[in-house]
Structures are given as C-alpha cells and as structure tokens.
C-alpha cells in the first residue's frame, strides 16, 4: 500500500457545553457552525475537494471509549478495507467492525498509547 493517511479528516474532542463551544468558535473563529461542529473545505493533492470536521462532543460521551482521553483525531484513507488487513497483519488492534455510510467508510484502531483514531476513508460530495 502506497499511501496510508491522506489527510485530517476531523478533530473531536469532549466539552462541557458543546453548543457554547460552537457559539464561541463562531463567534470569535469565524467557524460556520452546524449541529455536528464545523465542515472545513479544502482541495487535496489531486485537486479534487476534501473536508475536515472539527466536532465538540458531550463530556459523557462513550465515542472515543477504550480510549480515556479528552479527544480523538480522524484520519482520512484510501482503500480503509485492505488498510484495516495491513495494520491487523502489523499487530494493531482494530476496534469494533467497519461501518459504512453514504458519507464514507469508517474504522477504529488503537495507536500505541491505547489512544482511538478513527480511520475515514470519505466521500466528500455525499457530504455537500
């Protein structure tokens, strides 16, 4: 495999108000702020548009659970399927199973600090 991660696919990370978190990213960012957080549109290396999410979640959120950390980062892939294979091979603990959307594919994995990064192999069109 060539390329493994191709970019940031989104940043989550708990909060204690998380629609006071997004109105003041608004308000003093500039984020466009929606329900989830904050789409942000770019272009990748091969010119065609990319996004990165930037999501608040409630403090008592199990989303980012083994992981006990404050935050969880989201990579985009390509081919998630055969990256999974790869990184099982190489002796990474995968979480959970895939679950696919009409948004992308989505995976979980444990970094070496026992940290969740969720893997997104995305399809950014479905998004807009």
Do not use: C
Not at 17 to 39: I, V
Not at 110 to 122: A, V
């Amino acid at each position: 495999m060539k390329n493994r991660v191709t970019g940031i696919g989104g940043l989550f990370f708990k909060s204690e108000d998380t629609r006071a978190a997004k109105n003041w990213y608004k308000k003093h960012l500039g984020f466009k702020t929606d329900d989830y957080g904050a789409t942000f549109w770019w272009k990748d290396t091969k010119g065609k548009e990319a996004s990165t999410q930037w999501s608040p979640f409630t403090k008592d959120t199990n989303y980012f659970e083994p992981s006990k950390k404050e935050f969880m980062f989201n990579y985009r892939v390509e081919n998630l399927v055969e990256l999974l294979k790869e990184l099982k091979k190489e002796g990474v603990t995968i979480v959970g199973e895939m679950e696919e959307y009409d948004y992308g594919k989505f995976g979980w994995i444990l970094d070496n600090e026992n940290n969740k990064i969720e893997l997104w192999e995305p399809k950014d069109q479905a998004l807009k």
